[in-house]
């Protein structure tokens, strides 16, 4: 029989956040900010929590924060009014305001925001101890285990946690199978991925077949209009995007924060050998195989070119099982890593929920609010439905995201409670991301690789090969657009050119001229 553990529940209104992640506390820390007497409690099926720390504003909607793990401890002594559950929650009664906890508690609410977060999309869920996925400190923990005694690694999946894995791993080599023609595609076009591939390359030639990173002069299929191009050195032509498609460019604990990886050995069996990567582009995972189905198929492995086939003796080595691609070829591997997208954490919650989702989200509007009343979700957890005008935001399961939306999140229920409504937060006007791939320093920023713009746009690029990389968008003469690679220190004005909306038609091409300080310019 469940118990309600808040009796006086008429009188106590009390705002109820689910989930431990970076949108969860960052819902429940502006809560206790804005209203210091609301009683706040958070539930999170994890015993430690994410809290933000070093936050800082790189630019009006660029920010940069680290992210820790922490004990509980440290949201309660600096939020007094937050309490904290450390239980799973089982289903929301919105007709009651009452969800039900793990623990046999219930729960009731004023108003409740789901920050449940999401999980790896895995390729097949059907063999567990060969393919895994990357979320939390667990997870990262079973990688390292696998690896330490890993020859070959596969790889899956061309977003986010691939292009960082590829360049961190070592120690053995990866196989990185990827379906388009290019490596990071979630991120890059094709120009900006042939920038990194050197990167790539560092600790040991990357080799590859079939696709427009490791073949530079792949034949193009349809081009955008260009004006103009800067290109610093000549010799990587296929960096410059002339020519180019561009039109290609996104339980278990919470999610990783910022810097996941460094200070995380990722090291394969042989400690000696450094980076060694082989891209497959254009190709899926079609099946997995054990050596029995290999031999009765009578299937072959492929061998991998260069360094690796002067250490392996292809006959005589056999692997735990083997991954047969789409193009038909088949390797032998030790695991995979299937790095293919997130799942929101609703599956089980709909069975007990009615309320509308997309794609297994939960469909927020611009006031954070779900179909179901009183109930609100921010992170992973949620997608979005507003339109953005002008067409320069878009949702990016991303925690900068995550912390934007619980914030506001918190703000709308505050607001709700009494009886207002409130305008869209300026930080969904402009797409804003600060990371790092490769080394290098990456801002990407509005419809930074023409999305949804159909081909009615036009590219100014700048590229120094090994330095910066930088792609403009423009439509009908206004930015709205950018991708920066490399410490190129032009943010901030980018920003503001986006968000002006200043018609720019009159400077042309000196937008990029490397000899004028843009800045200055627009003073
Ligand atoms: C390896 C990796 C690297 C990443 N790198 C970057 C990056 O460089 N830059 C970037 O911007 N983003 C990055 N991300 C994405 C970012 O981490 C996430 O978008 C963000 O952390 C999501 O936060 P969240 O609070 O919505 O969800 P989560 O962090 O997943 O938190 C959800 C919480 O809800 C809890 N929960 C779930 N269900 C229940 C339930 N029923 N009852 C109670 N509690 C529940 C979970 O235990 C968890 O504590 C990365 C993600 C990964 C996995
Ligand atoms: N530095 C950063 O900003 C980082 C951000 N993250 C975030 O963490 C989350 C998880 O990262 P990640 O898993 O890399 O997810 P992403 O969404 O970044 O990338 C998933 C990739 O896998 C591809 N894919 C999907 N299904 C398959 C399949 N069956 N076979 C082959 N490829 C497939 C997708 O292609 P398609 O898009 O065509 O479906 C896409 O290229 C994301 O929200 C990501 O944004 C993670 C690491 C670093």
Redesign the pocket.
């Known amino acids: 029989m469940a118990t309600p553990i808040n009796n006086n529940m008429a009188a106590i209104k009390r705002y109820v956040v689910v989930g431990g992640g970076i949108a969860g506390v960052s819902c429940a820390e502006q809560l206790s900010q804005m209203d210091p007497t609301a009683h706040i409690t958070l539930v999170s099926a994890s015993k430690l929590i994410k809290s933000v720390t070093n936050f800082q504003k790189v630019t009006r909607t660029l920010e940069l924060f680290d992210v820790e793990e922490t004990d509980v401890s440290h949201l309660t002594r600096s939020c007094s009014n937050v309490t904290v559950i450390n239980s799973h929650m089982t289903s929301v009664n919105p007709d009651q305001h009452i969800i039900h906890l793990h623990n046999s508690q219930a729960l009731s609410y004023h108003k409740l925001c789901l920050c449940l977060g999401a999980r790896?999309?895995l390729?097949t869920r059907d063999h567990p101890n060969d393919v895994i996925g990357i979320r939390d400190t667990e997870s990262v923990g079973t990688l390292q285990h696998k690896l330490s005694s890993a020859r070959r690694v596969v790889i899956?999946?061309?977003?986010?946690?691939?292009t960082?894995l590829v360049y961190e791993l070592s120690g053995c080599t990866v196989l990185w199978?990827v379906?388009d023609s290019s490596i990071s595609?979630?991120f890059f076009d094709e120009g900006a991925a042939s920038f990194f591939l050197p990167s790539l390359r560092t600790q040991g030639e990357a080799s590859g077949t079939g696709g427009s990173g490791a073949a530079p002069d792949e034949t193009v299929k349809t081009k955008p209009l260009k004006r103009m191009r800067y290109l610093l050195d000549p010799v990587d032509q296929s960096a410059s995007g002339e020519g180019k498609d561009d039109t290609s460019g996104?339980a278990m604990g919470s999610a990783l924060g910022p810097d996941w990886s460094s200070g995380i050995k990722m090291i394969g069996n042989n400690k000696e050998k450094g980076r060694n990567v082989h891209v497959e582009y254009n190709c899926?995972?079609e099946r997995l195989l054990d050596s029995q189905e290999m031999k009765s198929l009578s299937l072959t492995e492929t061998l991998l070119s260069g360094t690796e086939n002067e250490s392996i003796d292809s006959d005589k080595t056999s692997w735990p099982f083997y991954v047969k691609l789409t193009n038909g070829k088949v390797y032998g591997a030790d695991f995979i890593v299937s790095?293919?997208?997130?799942i929101p954490n609703t599956d089980r919650l709909l069975d007990t929920i009615d309320i509308s989702k997309d794609d297994l989200g939960l469909v927020v509007d611009e006031e954070m609010r779900t179909s179901a009343v009183d109930v609100y979700a921010a992170g992973d957890v949620c997608t979005t439905s507003w339109p953005s005008v002008p067409n320069t935001w878009f949702q990016?399961?991303?925690w900068s995201q995550a912390r934007q939306m619980g914030a506001y999140a918190a703000k709308c229920m505050l607001a709700h409670s009494g009886g207002e409504s409130i305008t869209l937060d300026f930080c969904f006007e402009l797409f804003a991301?600060v990371?790092t791939?490769f080394g290098y320093k990456v801002v990407l920023l509005g419809c930074y690789n023409a999305q949804g713009l159909g081909k009615d746009y036009e590219l100014l690029l700048r590229i120094t090969n090994g330095v910066e990389y930088v792609k403009v968008i423009l439509q009908h003469g206004r930015m709205v657009g950018a991708i920066l690679i490399g410490d190129t220190d032009l943010e901030e004005t980018f920003e503001n050119l986006i968000l002006n909306r200043m018609d720019l038609t009159r400077y042309g091409e000196n937008l990029l001229d490397p000899s004028i300080d843009i800045e200055d310019y627009f003073d």
């Open positions: 790896p999309k390729i899956v999946g061309n977003g986010g946690i691939a960082e199978v379906k595609s979630t996104t899926e995972v790095a293919t997208g997130v990016m399961r991303l991301h990371t791939f």
